[in-house]
């Protein structure tokens, strides 16, 4: 069946570190793919999302790019601030289906 | 922004017991309700799909007489556990689609169980 694996965490990164949070997935066809964010005590939010190969997903300086010769969706930024801090899904979905997630990757960002 | 919130954030209650977990969209209409459970270090798995007014629609594998949903209007959904056991001890998320359709779901902050 379909399957998202993600690194494990935490990832642990001083401010203005560049960040790379890995996602793979197992599909039987061709999903959208999505990261989600979930800062402490709040429910996840939408980060970014790409809809077919080699699209680009971008928001708040993270992107993700869809490859589907790797079948991976790895979340990049530049350079993570303090307020990063957040556990981070990757997730996918084939059109309006269910959400099929990963288990969730904790980035914490010291100052 | 739309906003779900989840009632109550933590229970605990004993073995045998039921418990309702409610989840209400604030600041729009839910046309479809998700609930989701997640163990320590796992995946959030989908349990069921709610649209107002009709009865749910379970993934393989739940029990639905033992989680029992209920989407009586467009800004509420609950779920009970009924005759709670440890293992149903878990963090339970519900999330809200004003439309229906994956992108548009908002989620809330979760409720976690703790069945003794």
């Known amino acids: 069946g379909d399957s998202v694996t993600q690194m494990e965490g935490p990832v642990t990164l001083s401010e203005e570190a560049f960040l790379t949070i890995n996602c793979t997935y197992t599909?039987?066809?061709?999903?959208?793919l999505f990261w989600y964010v979930q800062y402490p005590g709040e429910g996840l939010q939408l980060l970014l999302k790409a809809t077919k190969a080699d699209d680009k997903g971008s928001n708040k300086g993270f992107e993700a790019t869809y490859r589907k010769e790797t079948t991976s969706f790895h979340l990049e930024k530049g350079s993570v601030q303090v307020s990063d801090s957040a556990v981070y899904f990757c997730a996918l979905a084939y059109n309006t289906d269910k959400l099929i997630f990963g288990t969730g990757t904790r980035l914490q960002v010291f100052p | 922004g739309a906003v779900v919130s989840q009632h109550p954030s933590r229970v605990i209650c004993k073995s045998g017991t039921s418990v309702k977990i409610e989840c209400r969209s604030l600041?729009?209409?839910?046309?479809?309700m998700f609930w989701y459970r997640q163990f320590p270090k796992q995946s959030l798995m989908l349990m069921a799909t709610s649209n107002e007014g009709s009865k749910a629609t379970y993934e393989q594998g739940v029990e639905k007489d033992k989680f029992l949903i209920n989407h009586a209007s467009l800004t509420l959904s609950t779920l009970t556990v009924t005759s709670a056991h440890p293992e149903d001890s878990s963090f339970y998320i519900c999330?809200?689609?004003?439309?229906?359709?994956?992108?548009?779901?908002?989620f809330g902050p979760g409720t976690r169980l703790t069945v003794l």
């Open positions: 999330s809200a689609s004003p439309q229906g359709g994956t992108d548009t779901q908002y």
């Open positions: 599909a039987t066809g061709y999903p959208s």
């Open positions: 600041d729009f209409q839910a046309t479809t």
